[in-house]
């Protein structure tokens, strides 16, 4: 890093800086506090630019991290402070987007001398004034935390502490290390076959291999039930909820995701993501690589090729086909959850299973659509606070959030 940092200003034309007070990115984070440790005669200048950064979007009682709207934000305020008027802020036309993404810097600096000024002006108003107060209440992000229910009922509370071993019935070897299990071969072909069922809580994520050595990713809220080995002329499990999986090919083989509303997916070898939630309005099969078949009870299937999404809006019978965003469809797995032009009842779906809330409406829920990006490792006030930066107001009560009419 550079070290051309020595007022607020040059700051505040850094996108990694901003990042940083955002808190979207531990890349960022981790890259200042080393900077901080090395430069401490830059502290004040530093923390200047911090202040600053929170009374322009806390005067505004809003987060903007879009590029156009973060502009448009400052340019507002700039005139209105020259005006000695306290800003407004007009909501978006109905069904506009409003992005979440941080802003380029690239237009900042003909608007900072202003913006320094009236935080100058400003500062001795009272503390209050200038930082953020804490939430009253918060929730941490999700971890790695589920329950195997063995074939007997015997059920094991799993997390991502410490390495162990143990065995099913039928000989079956399971090994369990760093939020994951593996099923070995119980070598034992003459035993009845026996199921077992993997269930992540809200606020919990698994991965599992199974015993043909395919890969499942299980996201919140959700459970499959598989069998200890595979025999016969196909795989069969059965998915509540979104898993993605890496399936380990076997043409003699097929393997089947079964899912609650009867729905099948079919794939010989391949990569994919299935979002079957009971409170979602739409399950999505999405395909990464190889080939799937999507079938409903009656006879209608769909063949999806690469970076295409199967669709199926619930109490229909169509399978929608229609290129997929991977990217945005697989982020849970990677550690983000990603917005494109999506309501904000759905987005609130997603927050309130990773950190095991509930979400309130007071008034009408808002008709706009919005993108953006959130890490989930973020607490949950650090994710409504970007959540924030789109107009969306809220409160947090004994894990409650309370979605207030804007």
């Not at 550690?335 to 299973?353: H, K, T, V």
């Amino acid at each position: 890093m550079e070290n051309a940092f020595n007022s607020a200003e040059d700051f505040l034309q850094d996108d990694s800086f901003l990042r940083y007070c955002m808190g979207i990115s531990e890349e960022d984070t981790r890259r200042w506090e080393d900077w901080l440790r090395e430069n401490p005669d830059r502290q004040a200048s530093f923390e200047q630019a911090r202040k600053i950064f929170d009374v322009i979007n806390g005067q505004q009682g809003q987060l903007h991290a879009a590029v156009g709207n973060f502009r448009l934000l400052l340019r507002e305020h700039v005139a209105n402070t020259t005006a000695q008027a306290p800003a407004a802020l007009t909501p978006p036309a109905r069904g506009q987007q409003r992005r979440l993404y941080w802003w380029s810097a690239a237009a900042a600096a003909v608007l900072l001398v202003s913006i320094t000024g009236w935080y100058h002006n400003s500062r001795y108003r009272g503390q209050q004034q200038i930082a953020a107060a804490p939430p009253a209440h918060d929730a941490q992000p999700g971890t790695s935390k589920a329950v195997l229910t063995l074939a007997d009922g015997t059920t094991v509370p799993l997390d991502s502490a410490g390495a162990s071993q143990f065995e099913e019935k039928d000989g079956t070897r399971i090994n369990k290390s760093q939020g994951s299990l593996v099923y070995g071969h119980s070598g034992n072909t003459e035993e009845k076959i026996l199921f077992n069922t993997l269930a992540t809580p809200r606020g919990g994520e698994y991965q599992i291999t199974l015993p043909d050595g395919s890969r499942v990713w299980l996201n919140a809220a959700s459970s499959l039930r598989f069998p200890t080995r595979f025999a016969g002329n196909e795989r069969t499990v059965y998915l509540n909820g979104e898993a993605y999986f890496e399936i380990t090919p076997n043409a003699r083989q097929p393997f089947h995701v079964q899912l609650s509303d009867n729905q099948q997916i079919t794939v010989l070898g391949t990569s994919f993501n299935v979002m079957n939630y009971a409170d979602e309005n739409n399950s999505t099969t999405t395909l990464v690589t190889g080939k799937v078949m999507v079938s409903r009870p009656g006879g209608q299937q769909a063949v999806l090729a690469p970076s295409q999404q199967a669709v199926i809006t619930r109490g229909q019978d169509r399978i929608a086909v229609s290129e997929a965003d991977i990217d945005k469809t697989i982020a849970w797995k990677t550690g983000m959850f990603e917005f494109e032009d999506d309501d904000l009842p759905s987005i609130m779906r997603q927050l309130a299973r990773w950190y095991d809330v509930t979400v309130v409406y007071e008034g009408a829920i808002p008709d706009q659509h919005y993108s953006g990006s959130i890490r989930k490792t973020a607490a949950l006030s650090q994710a409504l606070r970007i959540l924030q930066t789109a107009g969306i107001q809220y409160s947090i009560t004994n894990k409650t959030i309370i979605i207030k009419n804007i």
